[in-house]
Structure formats: C-alpha cells, structure tokens
C-alpha cells in the first residue's frame, strides 16, 4: 500500500448531502465538495421532498439544505431527516441573506450551523467539516443580527434558566462555546483535559436542557454570558 493510499484510507471520510433547488448554486457546491478527499457527496435534491426522501436511503453525515426550496423548505427537512436520523444527520443550512427569517427556526429545528450562499470555498469546507464533527457554526454577520433580532423577542421558546444553576466551570465553558471555540481549544484556554471539558457540556447541557451547541448559543446571550459585538 503506498503512502497516498494510506493516507485516504486513514481519513474520515464525510458523506454529504446537497440540496438546493437552483441547478446552477447545486452542482457548484457539488462539484467544490467533490474535490476533496474527505469529502464524499452521496446524493443531490432539487427540493425538500428529495432531500428527505435521498437522505433516507443514503444516511449521509452531513445534509447541506437550502433554507428556502419548493414543496418542502430546508426546515422541514433539516427536521424529518434529524428525526428519522436519530440526530446522526448533522444539517448545514445555505441561506442568501445574512438573517433569513427562518434562522431562529431552524436552529430550534436542530440545524448545526448556517452558510451564506457567497460564502468562499475555504470558508465552505470549514463549515462542512465542523458541523459534520458535530459542533456548531454561525457567521459572525448571522450571529450578530441573529440574537439582536430574535433572542429576546423568542426567549419563551427555550426553557427559562439562570446563571446560578451552573457552577462557575460551567458558566466559563458556556461562555467559550458561545464565543465559537472547539472542545480542544477550550480545553487549551482552561487547561483542562478534552474528557473534562465534554464532562461540564454534558452536565450544562442536562441543567440547561439543550439539544446542541446552537442551542447553548443562543442560551448564553440569553443569560448576559456573552454579548452582541463581542
């Protein structure tokens, strides 16, 4: 086995879904995704209803969703394929604006993250990448106008907390997560260990009763942890 062999075999390789219902947006993401070795695109809807009905038979890792697409829009998919995935599914949704109408709901729907449609093809693959691993992404534009427009005016739809139900670790790894930083660079800015860190988002997340890292966002600029700007 040569060493470029090796090297492909040794990767973990994230199977994608690609739905928008714009031919041309489609087959450019399909076709930027296709160029790398980490990336497998496993199938291709042109609406929500494909995307459900493709993301069953291909149980891919990662549904890339247009928010806004004909008989079924990214949301309800993003929701019937996280369903029927048990959660397995990570969902990237694109968006064209930098706050669509639909963000907050499909955050609470379970979306992992958020790609403006003019987004470069760098900033593509780490978004790919990292809601694929599971954590979160947010623009900083969509971010920013995201809590200013919806956080307060939505609150009641997350459970009420307050700060005093977390320990200070817990408050100080909410903050961190709000602010974008992974696991690992968590663990580096509070010298802890990565297995010590996925102990107090376990234990914040069970107090707080959030479903993922989006959530824990939004929740920590509810709570004053983190302001808009910062």
Same mark, same amino acid.
């Given at each position: 086995?040569?060493? /470029?062999?090796? %090297?492909?075999?040794?990767?973990?390789?994230? #199977?994608?879904? !690609?739905?928008?219902?714009?031919? +041309?947006? #489609?087959?450019? @993401? +399909?076709?930027?995704?296709?160029?790398?070795?980490?990336?497998?695109?496993?199938?291709?809807?042109?609406?929500?209803?494909? =995307?459900?009905?493709? =993301?069953?038979?291909?149980?891919?890792?990662?549904?890339?969703?247009?928010?806004?697409?004909?008989? /079924?829009?990214?949301?309800?998919?993003? #929701?019937?394929?996280?369903?029927?995935?048990?959660?397995?599914?990570?969902?990237?949704? *694109?968006?064209?604006?930098? &706050?669509?109408?639909? +963000?907050?709901?499909?955050?609470?729907?379970?979306?992992?993250?958020?790609?403006?449609?003019?987004?470069? @093809?760098?900033?593509?693959?780490?978004? !790919?990448?990292?809601?694929?691993?599971?954590?979160?992404? &947010?623009?900083?534009?969509?971010?920013?106008? *995201?809590?200013?427009? @919806?956080?307060?005016? %939505?609150?009641?739809?997350?459970?009420?907390?307050?700060?005093?139900? &977390?320990?200070?670790?817990?408050?100080?790894?909410?903050?961190?997560?709000?602010?974008? &930083?992974?696991? =690992?660079?968590?663990?580096?800015?509070?010298?802890?260990?990565?297995?010590?860190?996925?102990?107090?988002?376990? #234990?914040? @997340?069970?107090?707080?009763?959030? %479903?993922?890292?989006?959530?824990?966002?939004?929740?920590?600029?509810?709570?004053?942890?983190? %302001? +808009?700007?910062?």
């Amino acid at each position: 086995m040569n060493a /470029k062999v090796a %090297r492909k075999t040794e990767l973990r390789v994230i #199977r994608a879904l !690609v739905a928008d219902d714009q031919a +041309v947006v #489609r087959t450019g @993401f +399909v076709n930027l995704l296709g160029t790398q070795e980490d990336i497998e695109v496993v199938g291709e809807a042109e609406d929500g209803v494909q =995307a459900v009905q493709i =993301a069953a038979e291909t149980r891919p890792d990662l549904a890339l969703l247009d928010i806004r697409m004909p008989h /079924k829009n990214g949301i309800e998919a993003a #929701r019937e394929i996280l369903a029927a995935s048990g959660g397995a599914t990570k969902v990237l949704m *694109l968006t064209t604006f930098g &706050l669509d109408e639909y +963000v907050y709901d499909a955050l609470a729907a379970g979306a992992g993250g958020f790609l403006l449609k003019d987004a470069t @093809f760098p900033e593509l693959l780490h978004a !790919v990448r990292v809601v694929a691993d599971g954590n979160a992404l &947010l623009s900083p534009e969509i971010t920013k106008r *995201l809590i200013g427009e @919806f956080v307060h005016a %939505r609150a009641s739809r997350l459970p009420a907390h307050s700060v005093g139900e &977390l320990t200070t670790r817990e408050a100080e790894v909410l903050t961190l997560i709000a602010r974008g &930083l992974s696991n =690992a660079e968590i663990a580096g800015r509070l010298t802890i260990t990565d297995h010590t860190v996925k102990t107090h988002i376990n #234990r914040l @997340f069970a107090k707080l009763e959030l %479903r993922d890292r989006a959530q824990a966002v939004i929740v920590a600029y509810g709570l004053g942890l983190v %302001r +808009v700007g910062e």
